[in-house]
Structures are given as structure tokens and as C-alpha cells.
């Protein structure tokens, strides 16, 4: 090796130490705050899930624990310790309305007292009714509906097309959208895991519905056959149960009213 090398090595080496030690003396004086030991670290005790909870799931003494919180993480719906002291034995009994995470605060929306009443009346949001209706493979989308989905519902009938006898016709419409399971059979949670969809061999569902809702469903399911169509998990602009409430029927003139964009279509007499 000659003497020219060995120079250029040698000022290599010592440019590549010199890096080194910058880097490190950089790290060092950096910006990051120092808390001095046993200073008090400021924030709001939070009611928190002890471990994953599914929804439904009547809430234990082991389910619940407290953390801390920084003040600008911590939402209104939280359940703070500061305004509740004993919530952590409080809501012992509680069901819970959703599904949580491990570590995941406890919101008081999300949780309700049974008061005595049955695990499906605490999952009906307010103003809701549970109503069953019997199902199989053909009218529940091959049987691959689960609870916490939703639906749109579909009656089948015979029509007379006015032309005499023998002039029936089968007509079909949406009577309602976007209904949620509740239940399908004895099941009430949908499946968590696994390598391919499970399909729930079930002869009735429980759907949520409104008073009028639920009335309307007995009329479609007495005048035709009952349909079950999956809606998917996007959110849809139209035709939501927020907008109309789906369709109605008459019952006076056995119609079948149904709403698109708002207007009225499909009066048949």
C-alpha cells in the first residue's frame, strides 16, 4: 500500500469518528423535557376495559380499570373518576352496548344499566322494538347474515295484473331499510375470527325497529313471503332508515308504497 493510501484511509477514519461523535452530542442536547423523579404527572383517572369485551357482555369487577389520562386526550363521554369515585364498583352489572378494547376508555353511552330487564332489551336503542321473524337459507342471503349486520327487507306476493282471471303476476319490494340484527337464533355476536365466513343455521331473526316499523313488517309478512337482503358495511346516502324509514305499506288498499330519493313510486290497486 502506498504512502498516498494509507493518508486517505487514515483521514477516512478519523472524518468517520468525528460523525459519530457529533451524532451522539446532538442526541444528547436535544429538546426533550426532563421529569425530575417522583414529580406528579398531571391528568384524569379514566375508567378503562381491563381486556377485550364484546358487546352484551355483563361487566365484571375484572373487566374494569383505572389510567391515567392526559387532560387534552380526555373526551366528555369518559367516565372520570374525578366526577364518579366509586364508578369502577358502580357499573359492575352493566351491559355493554359495542364491543371494546383492552385499554379502551368506557364511555357512558356505551354501557346501560339492565335495571332487572333481559339482555336484549339493553341492547335496543331507545325508541326501538325487537321483532323475530322466521328466516332460512334462501331468504337470509344463504344463511350468511350475523347479528350486528344490516338489512334491507324484501315482500314477494301475488298481484292481479287486472286482466281476469289467472292474470296474477308475482311483484316484489323494499318495505323497510336498513334494519340491524339483533340475533339470529340463539346467537348475538357475529363471528370474530377465522379463515372463511360462518354461515348461522338459524330458523328465525331478531331485527330492531321502530313501533311503525314493526308494524309494517307484521303487514308485509301477512300479505307475502319475507326477504332478507345484506346490505354492506360502507355507509350508503340513500335510502337510509334515517331519511324514511324505508317503505310503508297500506294497509286499507294493500299497496306496497316505496320510497326512492324521497319520492313515491309503485302504487299498485
Known amino acids: 500500500m502506498s504512502a498516498r493510501q494509507l493518508i486517505v484511509l487514515v483521514v477516512a477514519a478519523i472524518a468517520a469518528i468525528g460523525a459519530l461523535l457529533l451524532i451522539r452530542s446532538m442526541g444528547a442536547s436535544g429538546d426533550a423535557p426532563v421529569v425530575e423523579a417522583g414529580a406528579p404527572i398531571e391528568g384524569e383517572q379514566i375508567l378503562v376495559a381491563a381486556r377485550d369485551l364484546q358487546q352484551g357482555a355483563a361487566l365484571a369487577p ?44 368506557i364511555t357512558t353511552a356505551s354501557i346501560i344499566q339492565p335495571d332487572g330487564r333481559g339482555f336484549m332489551a339493553a341492547q335496543l336503542a331507545p325508541g326501538y322494538r325487537a321483532v323475530s321473524i322466521e328466516i332460512d337459507a334462501q331468504s337470509a342471503a344463504g344463511n350468511y347474515i350475523q347479528p350486528n349486520d344490516h338489512v334491507d327487507i324484501i315482500v314477494t306476493r301475488r298481484v292481479s295484473s287486472g286482466g281476469g282471471t289467472n292474470s296474477e303476476q308475482s311483484r316484489s319490494d323494499i318495505v323497510l331499510e336498513d334494519v340491524r340484527v339483533l340475533a339470529l337464533g340463539d346467537a348475538t355476536q357475529a363471528q370474530e375470527s377465522g379463515d372463511e365466513p360462518e354461515r348461522a343455521e338459524a330458523s328465525f331473526a331478531v331485527l330492531e325497529l321502530t313501533p311503525e316499523d314493526a308494524r309494517t313488517l307484521a303487514l308485509a309478512d301477512d300479505m307475502g313471503d319475507i326477504t332478507l337482503a345484506l346490505r354492506g358495511v360502507e355507509v350508503e346516502t340513500v335510502g337510509m332508515r334515517a331519511q324514511s324509514s324505508g317503505s310503508r305499506l297500506n294497509q286499507q288498499g294493500g299497496a306496497v308504497l316505496v320510497h326512492a330519493f324521497g319520492a313515491v313510486s309503485g302504487d299498485s290497486r
Not at 373487566?63 to 366526577?83: C, G, H, I, T, Y
Not at 366509586?86 to 376508555?105: I, M, N, Y
Request: net charge negative; hydrophobic share 40%; aromatic share 6%.
Open 62 to 105: 375484572s373487566d374494569l380499570a383505572v389510567r391515567l389520562f392526559p387532560e387534552d386526550s380526555v373526551n366528555s363521554s369518559f367516565v372520570r373518576l374525578s366526577q364518579q369515585p366509586s364508578a369502577q364498583a358502580d357499573l359492575v352489572g352493566s351491559v355493554t352496548r359495542r364491543s371494546f378494547a383492552a385499554g379502551e376508555p
